[in-house]
């Protein structure tokens, strides 16, 4: 059974320029949600896919801006990146038909370097 | 004001002892809370969740939650230096049915030989 998946593992990029970091769920699972996790600090809710629609949003600016995919897959695409935006960006992964309640799933990871 | 408080540590520990980590939140309407662990350079693991006011066990784990003090803790028996990682606390809060979790800072516990 294919936990979440997440890539690439590693990203280094320049101020300004754009990156996409994907993210396949665990078998079984449709919603998707995105965190910033900051080097000494707890994950930070960036935005929850589900059938192909944001359906909430953290408090991050729009250069901050996602996708789902029909296979339940996403992408998230941060424009314009500034040095804050190097991180770990995380996926996380559940079951819509579960109670909201219900355990997600993290992936390994993005770590974005913004030089 | 935080929405979820940890301290942060690092909580040294001796090998065979115990660990009491400890997390307030700010939502009182909360109802679901998660422990997770995260070992340096790597994605938070689920340890423990609780939903309902009093003790959890899972091994050499016990979840506590206090919904009236509006406080959670993760108590590791028998500590062992493979426990030595950040202990993340995580809420769902109130307002949210989309599975939203908001998390503390995290504890880093040490556990020494």
């Known amino acids: 059974d294919a936990g979440v998946t997440q890539s690439p593992t590693h990203l280094i990029k320049t101020r300004g320029q754009q990156v996409t970091l994907r993210c396949s769920p665990k078998?079984?699972?449709?919603?998707v949600s995105w965190y910033q996790q900051a080097l000494g600090q707890g994950p930070q809710f960036i935005f929850q896919?589900?059938?192909?629609?944001?359906?909430q949003r953290g408090n991050f600016p729009d250069r901050f801006s996602g996708h789902q995919f029909p296979n339940y897959s996403s992408e998230l695409n941060v424009n314009a990146l500034l040095l804050g935006d190097s991180a770990l960006y995380l996926c996380?992964?559940?079951?819509?038909?579960?109670?909201?309640?219900?355990?997600?799933?993290f992936g390994p990871g993005t770590r974005l370097l913004v030089l | 004001q935080k929405e979820v408080e940890q301290n942060s540590g690092p909580l040294s520990v001796p090998e065979g002892a115990i660990a009491s980590l400890n997390c307030t939140y700010s939502?009182?309407?909360?109802?679901?809370f998660f422990w997770y662990r995260q070992y340096s350079g790597k994605s938070p693991e689920l340890i423990m969740f609780?939903?309902?006011?009093g003790d959890k066990e899972d091994g050499r784990f016990t979840a506590q939650l206090n919904k009236a003090s509006q406080y959670v803790s993760l108590l590791i028996r028998d500590s062992q230096p493979s426990d030595s990682a950040t202990y993340l606390c995580?809420?769902?809060?109130?307002?949210?049915?989309?599975?939203?979790?908001?998390f503390g800072a995290g504890t880093q516990v040490v556990v020494t030989p």
């Open positions: 996380a992964s559940r079951r819509y038909a579960t109670l909201a309640r219900e355990t997600q799933y």
């Open positions: 078998s079984g699972h449709d919603t």
């Open positions: 896919y589900y059938e192909e629609e944001e359906r």
């Open positions: 939502d009182r309407g909360s109802q679901s």
């Open positions: 609780i939903y309902s006011n």
């Open positions: 995580a809420v769902n809060p109130s307002t949210d049915s989309w599975g939203k979790l908001q």
